[in-house]
C-alpha cells in the first residue's frame, strides 16, 4: 500500500542555517502531496502543496518539489528562524479522500 | 471564514466514564476525518465521513469508540466506557473534496482527553 517516511527528529538548527527535511513516497498513480506544520498547542495546518511532478509548493519561504523519479518531496527552507519550530509532516492523497502521514519530525531551531 | 471548531479543548476524566467530543466542521466540507495522536502511535486516523455517511471506521480501535455525524455540521466522537490508554489529543478535520483541493484537509485545534 501507500506510504510515506520521513526523516527522524529532532532536528536542531541554529537560526539563519539552511534546512532539508526529507520525505519519500511508495504510491500507485500520481498522488498529490503536502507537508502540514504543527505548532506547539495546536492543530495541524497546510504548509505547501504538488499535485503534480516537477510541481514545486512553497509557502512561509518553505518549499519542497515533486520529485517522480526519486519519489520525493523534500522540504528545505533557506534561512530559517525560531518561529519554525515545530513538529513537521509529510503526507501524500490517496484516491479515497485519506492523507497517507510520515511519522512527523520535530524541528528546534536555537537563537 | 471560521475554521473547524472542538470541544472541549480540554478533559479530564476518571476510568469508565462516557466522554464524548464535538466537531464542526467548515461549512461546504464534505468529508469529515476524527484522528488521534499519541506520542508512542503519532496521529492515527480513526473514522472518516462523506456527506455524513461513514465511509471507514477501520481505525476505530475497539467497540468503546463510536462516531456520529447527525447532520453536516456537527459530529460526535465518544468513548464508553474510558480508559487511561484513551489519553490523548484527538483531531477532527475537514475538507471540501472538490477538485484542486481534494486532500487539503483543515484541522481543527484538537480536544486533550486525560482519562485517570
Known amino acids: 500500500g501507500d506510504s510515506v517516511t520521513q526523516m527522524e527528529g529532532p532536528v536542531t538548527l541554529s537560526e539563519e542555517a539552511f534546512l532539508t527535511i526529507n520525505c519519500t513516497y511508495t504510491?500507485?498513480?500520481?498522488?498529490?502531496l503536502f507537508w502540514y506544520v504543527q505548532y506547539p498547542g495546536e492543530g495541524l495546518q497546510l504548509l505547501l502543496k504538488?499535485?503534480?511532478a516537477d510541481d514545486k509548493g512553497s509557502n512561509k519561504g518553505f518549499e519542497a518539489t515533486y520529485r517522480k523519479e526519486t519519489t520525493s518531496f523534500h522540504l528545505e527552507k533557506g534561512s530559517v528562524q525560531v518561529s519554525d519550530s515545530a513538529v513537521y509532516f509529510c503526507?501524500?492523497?490517496?484516491?479515497?479522500?485519506?492523507?497517507?502521514w510520515g511519522a512527523g519530525t520535530k524541528l528546534i531551531i536555537k537563537p | 471564514d471560521a475554521g473547524v471548531i472542538q470541544s472541549p479543548r480540554h478533559e479530564v476524566t476518571e476510568m469508565g466514564q462516557e466522554v464524548t467530543l464535538r466537531c464542526k466542521p467548515i461549512?461546504?466540507?464534505?468529508?469529515l476525518f476524527w484522528y488521534r495522536q499519541t506520542m508512542m502511535r503519532g496521529l492515527e486516523l480513526l473514522i472518516y465521513?462523506?456527506?455524513?455517511?461513514?465511509?471507514?471506521d477501520s481505525g476505530m480501535p475497539e467497540d468503546r469508540f463510536s462516531a456520529k455525524m447527525p447532520n453536516a455540521s456537527f459530529s460526535t466522537l465518544k468513548i464508553q466506557p474510558s480508559e487511561p490508554r484513551d489519553s490523548a489529543v484527538y483531531f477532527c478535520?475537514?475538507?471540501?473534496?472538490?477538485?484542486?483541493?481534494?486532500?487539503?484537509?483543515?484541522f481543527g485545534p484538537g480536544t486533550r482527553l486525560t482519562v485517570l
Open positions: 478535520a475537514s475538507t471540501p473534496g472538490t477538485s484542486g483541493r481534494v486532500n487539503e484537509q483543515f
Open positions: 504510491a500507485t498513480g500520481y498522488p498529490s
Open positions: 465521513f462523506n456527506n455524513n455517511v461513514p465511509i471507514d
Open positions: 503526507a501524500l492523497g490517496d484516491s479515497n479522500y485519506q492523507l497517507i
Open positions: 504538488a499535485t503534480k
Open positions: 461549512s461546504g466540507h464534505d468529508y
